[in-house]
């Protein structure tokens, strides 16, 4: 098991998730971001917003998890 943290992943804040894969910790952090924007934090609805425009370019969306993938495979396990 891994941990990561919302801005590690392009958020907004030190709020930590754990997954044994990467896509297990995209998927908590997807949630958490969804709940913090209907909260009205504006630091993680420009993020999101961030985020979005980099997933609508598919070259950039490739980079984007190859380096989170990266990112994840170099962090000790917990």
Sequence with gaps: MKTM???????ACEQSFQGETLEEIIE???????EMMMQQDEQH???ARKVKVLMEDSEAKRA???NKQQLFDELPED
């Design 64 to 66: 984007w998890f190859a």
């Design 5 to 11: 943290t919302c801005r590690q992943l392009g958020g």
């Design 28 to 34: 908590q952090n997807k949630l958490h971001i969804v």
């Design 45 to 47: 609805i420009e993020a």
